[in-house]
């Protein structure tokens, strides 16, 4: 059964450094997103992405962040400075369509990370 | 704005006890409301959704009714598994734009035979 991964599972990072998270969405999906959830707390949504540009972003996604669909098959979220409120499990998730009719959205295990 | 609300966790049961989580929400519109899990070491999972009022959800023993005048979504299994453990995260969906997840913060199951 296809599915979304995610790599890598446990990220840990100094702060004020770049981290780059990866996701390989499933193969006919066209859109994508990623959340995130600090612990305790709950999942949010950051930013959704569609035909190469991003659709919808959340006050969270500040121009610390930024994603890309390098290739035909990575989509990547890129923190550029991390701080230590940036520690969370980071989701990415891919569905076949977006708009009205609702259309499932696939979730990865997620990456983890620490930022010391 | 929209929000979901979920039972604080862990939820601890024996093996065939009947579970009921509760989900109550708040949006702008008429959302459609889900029901996703996470097993260990998986991601999330749709185990269930309704797009309208009345609708029941169900899915490998789960309910949930969509309530638009109490604005809930209960998760119920009449006998819960050991197999059932995990955590079980609520989240609606508004029915225009790009259909972003509004969740909760996840309530853990823990069933012991």
């Known amino acids: 059964e296809p599915e979304v991964t995610q790599t890598p599972s446990h990220q840990v990072t100094q702060m004020g450094q770049e981290v780059i998270l990866r996701c390989v969405p499933i193969?006919?999906?066209?859109?994508f997103y990623w959340y995130r959830q600090i612990l305790g707390q709950k999942v949010e949504f950051l930013v959704s992405f569609y035909n190469n540009e991003i659709s919808e972003k959340s006050e969270i996604f500040d121009d610390q962040f930024s994603v890309e669909r390098p290739d035909g098959s990575n989509f990547t979220l890129k923190i550029r400075s991390t701080k230590l409120e940036d520690s969370a499990m980071y989701f990415c998730?891919?569905?076949?369509?977006?708009?009205?009719?609702?259309?499932?959205?696939?979730f990865g295990p997620g990456t983890r990370l620490t930022v010391l | 704005g929209n929000s979901v609300t979920q039972m604080e966790g862990p939820v601890t049961l024996s093996e065939e006890a009947f579970l009921t989580i509760n989900c109550t929400y708040t949006?702008?519109?008429?959302?459609?409301l889900f029901w996703y899990v996470q097993y260990p070491g998986e991601g999330l999972q749709l185990l269930l959704k309704?797009?309208?009022?009345?609708d029941k959800g169900s899915n490998k023993g789960f309910e949930a009714t969509y309530r638009k005048e109490t604005t809930s979504f209960h998760l119920e299994k009449g006998s819960v598994q050991v197999s059932d453990s995990a955590v079980y995260f609520c989240a609606l969906s508004l029915n225009t734009g790009f259909q972003k997840l509004v969740f909760g913060t996840g309530t853990r199951l823990l069933v012991s035979p």
């Open positions: 949006a702008t519109g008429y959302p459609s």
């Open positions: 193969s006919n999906h066209l859109y």
């Open positions: 998730a891919s569905s076949e369509t977006g708009t009205l009719e609702y259309n499932e959205q696939f």
């Open positions: 309704a797009t309208k009022a009345d």
